[in-house]
């Protein structure tokens, strides 16, 4: 007795929307649910510590400069978080790389903890010729 | 036939995603200082999360370069960014900050508007 195998075809015409649908689907969450994995945290008052002491560092006044980098370039498009006991949140740097803020007395010893994600790092920069704007 | 209602369901369906991934701009103004807490569970719903560009222009719709962009918490605490030389700056908070009442404002400039896109 004859057997006969039939193969029929994966990409079938049948089969064409469930493929296109599972391709987009696997699409739609791979690029919109990413899982922020963030990296050593860096409390900006311990940072700050030594210059609030000797009022070279005045809030309100003095910018402080964060720039998340990796092999020495800053990075434009990695968020910076900020965390602390009134809330997290992230910022996004500017387009020279830099997040440019300044903060008031409570927000200068509130220990605000600034992360970016991994394997990029974060620099506190302190300008000796500032002015506003930094560019 | 059918090739063709098949052809629109996965023109349609593409369409739909690439609109939910891209997302379809919303906005809101405020002139003046406002609540962050409004503006983040506002009637589109809760934006926590979301990546929101905050935009200082004048009444006349001109970028505001280097504006100065201030957070200020009820319970005390200012943090004031600086943002790009468009006037734009992009920020997303997490849930936890709706526990706080926070008030964003623009500083040392009156008749800005702040539009706030996601």
């Known amino acids: 007795m004859d057997t006969k195998t039939v193969m029929k075809p994966f990409f079938h015409q049948n089969n064409r929307s469930t493929v296109a649908l599972l391709c987009l689907l696997a699409a739609l969450t791979s690029s919109c649910h990413r899982e922020i994995v963030f990296g050593k945290e860096k409390d900006l008052t311990e940072d700050l510590h030594h210059r609030l002491i000797a009022r070279l560092w005045r809030p309100n006044e003095d910018p402080m400069i964060l720039v998340a980098y990796r092999a020495e370039e800053p990075m434009r498009d990695i968020p910076i978080r900020l965390t602390w006991e009134q809330g997290r949140f992230s910022v996004w740097p500017g387009d020279n790389g830099l997040v440019v803020f300044y903060m008031d007395d409570e927000a200068s010893y509130g220990h605000l903890i600034a992360q970016c994600e991994e394997p990029y790092s974060i620099a506190v920069q302190f300008r000796s010729v500032y002015g506003h704007p930094i560019r | ?118």
Do not use: Y
Request: one cysteine or more; proline letters at 3%; aromatic letters at 10%.
């Open chain 2, 1 to 118: 036939m059918r090739l063709a209602i098949e052809k629109i369901f996965l023109l349609g369906f593409a369409a739909a995603i690439f609109l939910g991934c891209s997302g379809c701009d919303s906005s809101r103004s405020f002139q003046g200082p406002f609540q962050l807490r409004s503006l983040l569970m506002s009637n589109e719903g809760d934006l926590t999360g979301r990546k929101l560009e905050f935009q200082v222009r004048t009444t006349l719709g001109d970028p505001v370069p280097w504006a100065l962009l201030s957070l200020n918490w009820e319970d005390g605490g200012r943090i004031t960014f600086q943002t790009n030389q468009d006037g734009a700056l992009s920020l997303s908070f997490e849930k936890d900050i709706l526990e706080h009442s926070v008030t964003v404002e623009v500083e040392k400039r009156t008749n800005v508007v702040v539009n706030v896109i996601w």
